[in-house]
Nanobody
């Protein structure tokens, strides 16, 4: 079992940056693949980024590739999402998730634990 707590959301102007953090409880954080997802009002949840257990491989949605960077610090039980060049269409609640499967996937159904989410609002 792992508990996830996101932080770092807020209001930012278009073109700005934010860094989201997701702190995990438990001693087996390094055994989980981690992902970030987001959900905008009236839309379905969508994949943003994922990272393997070691942090050696990452994958991104096309919409954020080149602007967002996912990383993790297994010593701190934390995964990050650095978001640069933010656009109004990035406005959403951002969730981190952990996969018992240990494989970094884009499918939300492969993730077993979810945080409560943090709001990101990008103004034009």
């Amino acid at each position: 079992q792992v508990q996830l707590v996101e932080s770092g959301g807020g209001l930012v102007q278009a073109g700005g940056s934010l860094r989201l953090s997701c702190a995990a409880s438990g001693r087996t954080f390094s055994s989980y693949a981690m992902g970030w997802f987001r959900q905008a009002p009236g839309k379905e949840r969508e994949f943003v980024a994922t990272i393997t257990r070691s942090g050696g491989s990452t994958h991104y949605a096309d919409s954020v590739k080149g602007r967002f960077t996912i990383s993790r610090d297994n010593a701190k039980n934390t995964v990050y999402l650095q978001m640069n060049s933010l656009k109004p269409e990035d406005t959403a609640v951002y969730y981190c998730a952990a996969s018992n499967w240990g494989v970094a996937t884009r499918n939300g159904r492969d993730y077993d634990y979810w945080g409560q989410g943090t709001q990101v609002t990008v103004s034009s």
